[in-house]
Nanobody, 124 residues
Framework: QVQLVESGGGLVQAGGSLRLSCAAS????????MGWFRQAPGKEREFVAA????????YYADSVKGRFTISKDNAKNTVYLQMNSLKPEDTAVYYC?????????????????WGKGTLVTVSS
């Protein structure tokens, strides 16, 4: 069982930056691939970024490629999402998720554990 707690959300102007953190409980964090997803009002939850269990491989949605960076610190049981050049369309609740195994997963249905989310609001 893994518990995930996100932090770092808030209100930022367009063009600004935020860094989200996701702290995980448990001793086997290094065995989990991780992902960030987001859900805007009235829309389905969508994939944002993912990282392999080792942190050696990453994958991004086209909409955030070049602006967002996912990283994983297995010593701190934490995964991060650095978000730069934010746009109003990035406004959403951002969720951290974990999946047992070493490979990247990009679908919400494929994830095993979820955090409760943190709200990111980007003003124009």
């Amino acid at each position: 069982q893994v518990q995930l707690v996100e932090s770092g959300g808030g209100l930022v102007q367009a063009g600004g930056s935020l860094r989200l953190s996701c702290a995980a409980s448990g001793r086997t964090f290094s065995s989990y691939a991780m992902g960030w997803f987001r859900q805007a009002p009235g829309k389905e939850r969508e994939f944002v970024a993912a990282i392999s269990a080792s942190g050696g491989s990453t994958y991004y949605a086209d909409s955030v490629k070049g602006r967002f960076t996912i990283s994983k610190d297995n010593a701190k049981n934490t995964v991060y999402l650095q978000m730069n050049s934010l746009k109003p369309e990035d406004t959403a609740v951002y969720y951290c998720a974990a999946v047992v195994g070493i490979l990247i997963v990009t679908t919400p249905e494929g994830m095993d554990y979820w955090g409760k989310g943190t709200l990111v609001t980007v003003s124009s």
